[in-house]
């Protein structure tokens, strides 16, 4: 079985939560960063919008990465998934941002579904 990530978390049974390779996670942070399983998608304003291929099976949404901080959003109705420690007026400005190039980012998302099948 190939390796897809470690498992680490308190004792067997309990909730132990799923991680990316290390290396691929600190990759990840690099200005224009690629890898096959993490494109990034474009950077504007220092935020890094990019998808996972794994989340290709989820309806269309974006990871948004900048200085250690993380929010999700879904592309349909541009609402927002999760947030981890970015401002509110960050997150308007994401959104913002998202809205303005969704044509480009969902090209992206069709355009790598067709690669990885």
Known sequence: MPFTGLRIGPARGSAARSFLPWAVLIASFAPGFYCE???????????????????LAERIHVHVFKGGSECKF?????????????????????R????????????RWLEHGRNAG
């Open 96 to 107: 913002r941002i998202l809205m303005e190039r969704r044509a480009e980012i969902v090209e």
């Open 37 to 55: 399983g993490v494109p990034t998608v474009f950077i504007q304003n220092g935020y890094r919008v990019s998808f996972y291929s794994y989340d």
């Open 74 to 94: 879904w592309l349909d109705d541009f609402t927002l998934a999760f947030n981890h420690r970015f401002k509110p007026n960050e997150v308007a400005e994401i």
